[in-house]
């Protein structure tokens, strides 16, 4: 062990020795710390000073042992390590972002104990965690997740390498504006200088973080939650146009943000929006609409509403 550590280090350093190995003798502490057996004493006394119970006996059974009750050590966190616990903390219990349960009180602790530059980006997290819990909640790497706080804190553009569900990986430099958590997903809403546009990005599906040594600034105002969701549904392969007879009022209700942009149009409403999966989009989102709609784009969409529909009509027919 160095010997420019500081009596209160080799004081927590006997703690740890004594907490894995009860039983230790003076000697035997001395010799793991490098030190005398009068000073392994010493470092022994100051536990008891901060009130650690240390209890020590003679014989062949004897050496030292921590009684009951004793406090748990100061606990070291990497800014990997605290950002993965409250990334995990914060997915599977939403309302710990709060702080009004006892899990919310206990990562409050957690967040205030951590160093400055760590504690800071795990404040973070917990406010951009307005979430709202979903099944289907997937957990981002809490790595990756730190460098992206990290570029939003710094206001510093970042190249990120995503995969797509197909597998395939791509590269785009984004300014990244913040982190927000919606139906238990986390997106990285950001301004693409690939695509020179509003775009986000599943955290989940991003392997990689480069730092360009670029500053930005965000858009004056920004409310990150509703541009967002205003955005969901918007930027991927395959258009969609929905139309319903009904006034937005009614239908709202019914959409979810990634569908799209719900507008008013004459006496009804349209939903236009955009999907890389027009089969999930018809199955999961628009099968479950309880009125009547029109879907005119784009053909991919179509396709997979006449796909449905023969579906579910050869499950009803007649076969006598």
């Not at 230790?24 to 793991?32: F, K, P, S």
Request: glycine content about 10%.
């Amino acid at each position: 062990m160095p010997n420019d550590l500081s009596p209160t280090a080799r004081a927590l350093r006997t703690l740890e020795i004594i907490q894995t190995r009860p039983g230790t003798t003076a000697d035997e502490l001395a010799a793991r710390l490098g030190v005398t057996e009068r000073a392994a004493r010493r470092y022994v006394g100051i536990l008891r000073e901060a009130g650690i119970p240390v209890a020590s006996a003679r014989g062949p059974h004897g050496g030292y042992r921590l009684g009951r009750g004793t406090r748990l050590p100061p606990v070291h966190f990497t800014q990997a390590e605290a950002l993965g616990l409250v990334t995990a903390v914060l997915s599977g219990r939403p309302s710990a972002a709060g702080g009004d349960d006892l899990i919310g009180t206990a990562l409050d602790k957690v967040v205030k104990a951590l160093p400055e530059s760590v504690g800071r980006h795990a404040a973070l997290l917990r406010e951009y965690a307005s979430a709202a819990p979903d099944p289907y909640a997937v957990r981002p790497d809490p790595s990756v997740t730190g460098e992206l706080v990290g570029a939003v804190a710094d206001r510093e553009r970042v190249s990120v390498t995503c995969r797509g569900e197909t597998g395939d990986e791509w590269e785009a430099e984004v300014d990244p504006w913040s982190l927000v958590v919606r139906h238990g997903r986390w997106y990285l809403l950001c301004h693409s200088h690939r695509s020179d546009a509003i775009r986000t990005y599943r955290v989940d599906r991003v392997r990689a973080v480069r730092r360009t040594g670029h500053g930005f600034e965000p858009p004056e105002g920004l409310d990150p939650v509703a541009v967002l969701e205003e955005h969901l549904g918007l930027g991927w392969a395959f258009d969609t146009r929905v139309v319903f007879d009904l006034p937005p009022a009614e239908v709202a209700p019914w959409i979810r943000p990634p569908m799209g942009r719900l507008e008013p149009s004459g006496e009804g409403c349209v939903l236009v929006g955009s999907t890389r999966n027009p089969a999930m989009y018809a199955q999961e989102w628009l099968a479950r609409l309880p009125f009547a709609f029109r879907v005119e784009g784009g053909d991919e969409l179509r396709a997979a509403v006449v796909s449905l529909s023969e579906r579910f009509t050869a499950a009803v027919a007649d076969r006598t």
